[in-house]
């Protein structure tokens, strides 16, 4: 049974930073993709970034682009993405994403959510004062 499992959200201020991780196991995502999306309360799901099969990464550039940095495990598997100067508006439930697509990062398609065909059950993060 394939899973990808989110740990790191929780509470965090303004301008404060936090990092998430999701660990995959049943299988490897070491030919596909591994990205995030995000959720927040009333909106609809949101890329947020990903790292291709080849190490190339891309980002939204409203919401994570010089802000968020992904980093790949291949050997383990494992995403993480490291998040500064967090917002307000950056509440929401993050979630992990595996795909066996070959995307370069100048491809558009991972930006859509029903193009990843393995999704973690998410982790909130909360920006609070």
């Known amino acids: 049974q394939v899973q990808l499992v989110e740990s790191g959200g929780g509470v965090v201020q303004p301008g404060g930073s936090l990092s998430l991780n999701c660990a995959a196991s049943?299988?490897?995502?070491?030919?596909?993709?591994m990205g995030w999306f995000r959720q927040a309360p009333g909106k609809a799901r949101e890329f947020v970034g990903v790292?291709?099969?080849?190490?190339?990464?891309?980002y939204d550039d409203k919401s994570a682009r010089g802000r968020f940095i992904l980093t790949r495990d291949l050997q383990k598997s494992t995403l993480n993405l490291q998040m500064r100067r967090l917002e307000i508006e950056d509440t929401a439930v993050y979630y992990c994403v595996g795909s066996d697509a070959r995307w370069r990062s100048f491809d558009v398609n991972y930006r859509e959510a029903s193009n990843w065909d393995y999704w973690g059950q998410g982790a909130q993060v909360t920006v609070s004062s």
């Open positions: 049943g299988r490897s995502f070491s030919g596909g993709a």
């Open positions: 790292v291709t099969w080849s190490g190339g990464t891309a």
